[in-house]
């Protein structure tokens, strides 16, 4: 890791301050797409080895660029990271997105695989799901049926995207089932989906998508019994905000991290011995030193919390870091005041990765 995300992303903001100018020149007069989308690609590059995005003008004139996390939760925290440290004289006249926007009155259109499809060739039948704080909907598509699961699947999620938007597709749509006859009832439009959506979230009370990165799950787990357990396998219940670097942790495969890696991210964890510390105790305290250590990082755009656990032998906190120098150093000094613990210490979110200990 030659350089911290963090610096990446305020290098990439003022080469795109500089060139943005020429940027809205090239979309104002039609050049070539290729030229145009490698020069902004440029302008990313400092902060991301590989990201995507479109660009466009609103009916109001301003100028978008719209980042993608494609899908993925794990990558949507550092592309909002990337959105949150945009200046704010660019702001007048760009938008700047993390993950697609949805337009409810698009009449957007595309054509895949030999077969054309817009909002009046899908009908979809909607169910709340309050437990799940999702939508589970059932699509009845003539056209869609004729597809390879994979291609309908492919089609389906970008005509989604494009009505209410990549977040909502990621975070509240839950099953989708395509059926081969509409169901009895009124069918929900694509473009009314957003709406259904939005009146759950108010209704329901689901977590806001304005907020939806802070989103958190919980989960439990049965402890390894073997004699030569490795970090986390002792943990009996936690909470994330990232399931996806949970899966890749336990599943123990690194690729995902890697990917991170190339651009200055890192996802890993803090832990101390909390066998000496009461029960009533053991969540409570790891909420005082994740405050103390957050109060520093989140102002200094260094770190950000995905979640914690507690395990029989360790308590864990997780962030996304951004300047994993700059973390380890706060770290340090916050956890210099708990060395009584013991063993305290910090690892990547790679299975059986040696630890860096900072107290023992």
């Not at 350089?3 to 003022?14: A, L, P, Q, R």
């Not at 060739?121 to 909907?137: L, S, T």
């Not at 975070?171 to 694509?190: A, Q, R, V, W």
């Not at 002792?234 to 495969?253: E, H, K, M, R, S």
């Amino acid at each position: 890791m030659s350089k911290s995300f963090k610096e990446g992303v305020d290098k990439c903001w003022k080469i795109f301050a500089k060139e943005e100018a020429s940027i809205r020149e090239m979309m104002d007069n039609k050049t070539e797409a290729e030229e145009l989308l490698d020069t902004v690609n440029k302008t990313l590059s400092d902060a991301f080895h590989n990201v995507y995005f479109e660009m466009g003008i609103n009916e109001e004139g301003k100028y978008e660029l719209i980042l993608t996390p494609e899908g993925d939760r794990a990558s949507l925290f550092p592309l909002e990271y990337w959105k949150q440290a945009a200046p704010e004289e660019l702001k007048k006249i760009w938008n700047f997105y993390s993950s697609k926007p949805g337009k409810a009155d698009s009449e957007f259109g595309l054509r895949m695989y030999d077969t054309n499809l817009d909002k009046d060739k899908v009908q979809i039948f909607a169910e709340v799901n309050e437990q799940n704080q999702k939508v589970d909907i059932s699509v009845y598509s003539k056209e869609l049926l004729t597809l390879e699961e994979n291609q309908r699947y492919s089609m389906f999620f970008i005509l989604l995207d494009q009505f209410i938007g990549e977040l909502y597709t990621m975070e509240y749509i839950g099953m989708i089932e395509f059926i081969d006859k509409p169901l009895n009832g009124n069918p929900t439009p694509i473009s009314s989906l957003k709406a259904l959506i939005d009146e759950s979230i108010n209704k329901y009370k689901w977590f806001p998508a304005e907020n939806i990165i802070e989103k958190c799950s919980s989960y439990q787990m049965e402890p390894s019994k073997a004699k030569d357990w490795q970090l986390r396998e002792d943990i009996f219940i936690g909470y994330t905000a990232c399931i996806p670097v949970l899966n890749a942790f336990y599943n123990q495969t690194a690729e995902l991290f890697e990917k991170f890696e190339q651009d200055g991210i890192v996802y890993g964890f803090l832990f101390y011995k909390n066998t000496n510390i009461p029960q009533d105790q053991m969540v409570p305290l790891r909420g005082e030193i994740e405050d103390k250590i957050l109060a520093i990082t989140q102002k200094e755009r260094i770190a950000d919390t995905i979640g914690g656990a507690t395990g029989f032998y360790f308590s864990y906190m997780d962030f996304i870091i951004y300047d994993k120098k700059a973390f380890m150093k706060i770290a340090k000094e916050v956890l210099s005041e708990y060395s009584y613990l013991g063993e305290i210490g910090f690892s990547n979110f790679v299975f059986g990765e040696e630890p860096e200990y900072l107290f023992k």
